[in-house]
């Protein structure tokens, strides 16, 4: 079945730079676009960035100075580096599965905890 | 960008019927979906494409609009629907409701 995984450390000190990795299983990269989505803790969602399924990338306005996401095929895995975090980048970082056909955000992983603290 | 206004909370009684509502600042189409999120738990895709039901998701769970103006309705509500529901737009790029919980009396 379809599985999104990601992994990544939970703690990440004030303008450092967060790796997050999503491993996926039950579908190709090539067929589906992989999208990053955060929650800050107890609050609502923001759009990230995505990876489509051709290898082209596109990224939120407010956070593309900031963003990359990149992608190994053969390993079935999807990385997004965010660099100068700061205390309001805390919350939970999820990546999911999205449709060509209204691309829409289909499976979900189940989330990755990330605090920004000294 | 494109501004997803929900209401912040509603309070149902089960066995009845609620709707939960959702505005955009401009229009859509029908790029508009509904996700569904326990605490502790990544969000469920319950409606695709403003009104498509997604597999396996319980025919009591339904959607209707287009262009600006969208509706997830539950109908019976039971206890097992106490969440926050999303909605979310795909048509100007990527963007949420800022999220209704749903509690039930």
């Known amino acids: 079945q379809v599985q999104l995984t990601e992994s990544g450390p939970g703690l990440v000190h004030p303008s450092e730079t967060l790796s997050l990795t999503c491993t996926v299983s039950g579908f190709s990269l090539t067929g589906y676009s992989v999208y990053w989505v955060r929650q800050p803790s107890g609050k609502g969602l923001e759009w990230m960035g995505r990876m489509r399924y051709n290898g082209d990338t596109s990224y939120n306005s407010a956070l593309k100075s900031r963003l990359s996401i990149s992608r190994d095929t053969s390993k079935n895995q999807v990385f997004l580096k965010m660099n100068s975090l700061q205390t309001d980048d805390t919350g939970t970082y999820y990546c999911t599965r999205a449709r060509r056909v209204y691309r829409v955000m289909d499976a979900w992983g189940q989330g990755a905890s990330v605090t920004v603290s000294s | 960008d494109t501004v997803l206004t929900q209401s912040p909370a509603l309070a149902v009684s089960p066995g009845e019927r609620v709707t939960i509502s959702c505005r955009a600042s401009e229009s859509v189409s029908t790029g508009m979906h509904w996700y569904q999120q326990k605490p502790g738990q990544q969000p469920k895709l319950l409606i695709y494409?403003?009104?498509n039901l997604e597999s396996g998701v319980p025919a009591r769970f339904s959607g209707s609009g287009s262009g600006t103006d969208f509706t997830l309705t539950i109908d019976p509500v039971e206890a097992d629907d106490t969440a926050t529901y999303f909605c979310q737009q795909s048509w100007n790029d990527w963007t949420f409701g800022g999220g209704t919980k749903l509690e039930l009396k």
């Open positions: 494409g403003a009104s």
